[in-house]
């Protein structure tokens, strides 16, 4: 059984840095094929796409929103994958999930994703 375990959030002022991280179980022999991503989710909004890496870390796509503010990463060795976010800003506000994919190609579709963690909370205030 695949689980993504997601931890790192919290309560920021706005301009502030937080760090998520997300260690995936279950697929040992294999998350260094995986793609992964990060999504979020605000009060009353669809689920929105907010960064991918494929499993090289060879191809890296960002969402506008963050573009030059927020990085991924991943570490194969200790199935994990991160997002370090800068320059926070109160919109960045919500529910950050981690995702992973049995596609080797990098996509930013949340159909696409086969396993999810439970999320974690991102608060920015201003």
């Known amino acids: 059984q695949v689980q993504l375990v997601e931890s790192g959030g919290g309560l920021v002022e706005a301009g502030g840095s937080l760090r998520l991280s997300c260690v995936v179980s279950g697929r040992s022999l294999s998350f260094n094929k995986d793609t992964m991503a990060w999504f979020r989710q605000a009060p009353g909004q669809e689920r929105e796409f907010v960064a991918a890496?494929?499993?090289?870390?060879?191809?890296?796509q960002y969402a506008d929103a963050v573009m030059g503010r927020f990085t991924i990463s991943r570490d194969n060795a200790k199935n994990s994958v991160f997002l370090q976010m800068d320059k926070l800003q109160p919109e960045d506000t919500a529910v950050y999930y981690c995702a992973g994919s049995l596609h080797t190609i990098l996509i930013i579709q949340p159909g696409e994703y086969d396993w999810w963690g439970q999320g974690t909370q991102v608060t920015v205030s201003s």
């Open positions: 890496i494929t499993k090289n870390s060879d191809e890296i």
